[in-house]
């Protein structure tokens, strides 16, 4: 993403902010996974967004209206001997230079400066009691300037949560980003398409993980969004199970349920197909049922239709599915009035996609579901679970769990699926396997 787009988000958050404020944010510190041994570097998703830049012991700080410049970051000062060691740091001229900031400091020295640039300014925008020790830090570098009021000091008067304003910028995908999200999931369409070419019954659940992985890897992501699941059997039925040890067995279902991240920006796709790769008669009535529902939600996704549109549209195909099986039993309206499908469909149709899986922005605005505007980025998950505990039903339906997700942004017109690029039906799924 060029440094044009990073300076347009920072000139759009300060108008927002408006004069006589300031705003601070820090990058994402690097956390011990053992002894001596760190998990690998994710910067923080608000900082990304408005910095671009990589690195952590940073902080970036935006002033509306400063003479000398609105955007300064905070970062490490270039070192031989731990480039050495660690590789390359960008250092503050480079960071100037590649990233658009108006000024940038060594990080330390922010104790010596940043005081003088809150100093005068009315309102601090920052994450307040999202991090204990930053809050601590953002205190101490107003109490200097408290220290100093009977020399004419001006400390600010008010703190202001950055996230209701930043957020709702994040909530509105660039051309730019739209973009990379798109490339993002296209990898993954193409990495659950090599999973689904891999699976045969007796291997197990990780070696289909390491074909995703390593198709994403070899196109350029890295990383993945989130923990891939890989659950076959009764774990597709566990929403967030990720310990994907167990073995493939013919006869069962496998849900995956994983993306690729791509310049910090994910991807979240879901396909649920038979191990053997031909479905059972029970596993493709519910199957169908799931993919009806997706695909009614989908159709709901427009603007001027509102946030719970394509739940309302999912939980209704469902419920019906259900009722029709015979695994729900009583009347339409009711049985979505009194939200009867829960054992089965427990969550929501989906979330806002970015920078994270599980996106920023509100759902609600004044109360009331949010419309779908052009530029939002969502995923449409339903699903269906019946585990082998589940009560009151028939043992055939039992150890069946399906979720079909895709990647969905909101068009002037209607919207674009950017993971239509792996089957769905079973049709399609089917003939795919065979292939193998
Ligand atoms: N992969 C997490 C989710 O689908 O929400
Ligand atoms: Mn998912
Ligand atoms: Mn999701």
Redesign the pocket.
């Known amino acids: 993403m060029n440094k044009k787009e990073f300076i347009k988000r920072r000139k759009n958050l300060a108008e927002v902010m408006g004069e006589n404020s300031i705003a601070i944010l820090p990058a994402a510190t690097v956390k011990g996974r053992n002894r001596d041994v760190e998990h690998s570097f994710r910067q923080d998703s608000d900082f990304f967004y408005l910095s671009g830049f990589a690195e952590p012991d940073a902080v970036l700080v935006i002033i509306p209206g400063r003479e000398h410049g609105e955007s300064i970051l905070f970062c490490r000062e270039r070192n031989p001997e731990k480039e050495m060691w660690d590789g390359d740091i960008l250092g503050p001229e480079r960071a100037i230079e590649s990233l658009g900031f108006d000024d940038a400091f060594p990080f330390s020295d922010i104790d010596e400066i940043l005081p003088g640039m809150i100093e005068g300014t009315d309102k601090v925008y920052y994450a307040i009691g999202l991090n204990a020790q930053f809050d601590a830090q953002v205190m101490e570098w107003v109490n200097v300037i408290r220290s100093k009021v009977r020399s004419g000091a001006h400390p600010p008067g008010e703190f202001v949560a950055l996230e209701h304003a930043l957020h709702e910028l994040r909530l509105f995908k660039s051309t730019a980003e739209i973009k990379v999200m798109a490339k993002a999931a296209e990898i993954s369409a193409a990495g659950h398409i090599k999973a689904m070419q891999r699976c045969t019954g007796g291997l197990f659940e990780y070696h289909l993980e390491s074909a995703l992985i390593s198709h994403f890897m070899d196109n350029g992501a890295r990383f993945t969004a989130?923990p891939s699941?890989v659950g076959a059997g009764d774990n597709s039925c566990v929403l967030h199970y990720i310990d994907n040890h167990h073995e493939l067995k013919n006869g069962d279902l496998v849900l995956i349920?994983a993306?690729c991240e791509l310049d910090c920006y994910a991807s979240?796709i879901?396909r649920t197909f038979p191990v053997s790769g031909v479905f059972s008669a029970e596993q493709k009535a519910l199957y169908e049922i799931v993919l009806e529902a997706q695909l009614a939600a989908i159709e709901a996704v427009r603007p001027g239709n509102h946030w719970n549109h394509p739940h309302e549209a999912a939980v209704r195909v469902i419920t019906a599915g259900l009722l029709g099986l015979g695994i729900l039993k009583g009347e339409l309206e009711s049985l979505i009035e009194k939200e009867s499908y829960k054992p089965f469909y427990m969550h929501r149709t989906g979330?806002w996609l970015g920078l994270d899986?599980?996106d920023v922005g509100e759902y609600k605005v004044g109360g009331e579901w949010r419309v779908l505007e052009s530029g939002m980025a969502l995923?449409v998950?339903p699903g269906i679970y019946i585990s082998k505990n589940a009560k009151g039903v028939a043992k055939k339906w039992k150890g069946i769990g399906i979720r079909i997700?895709d990647d969905v942004v909101v068009t002037a017109k209607g919207h674009k699926v950017l993971s239509a690029g792996v089957p769905k039906t079973v049709e399609d799924i089917e003939a795919l396997m065979a292939k193998g």
Do not use: K, L, M, P
């Open positions: 989130y699941i349920d993306g979240d879901t979330h899986v599980h995923t998950e997700e």
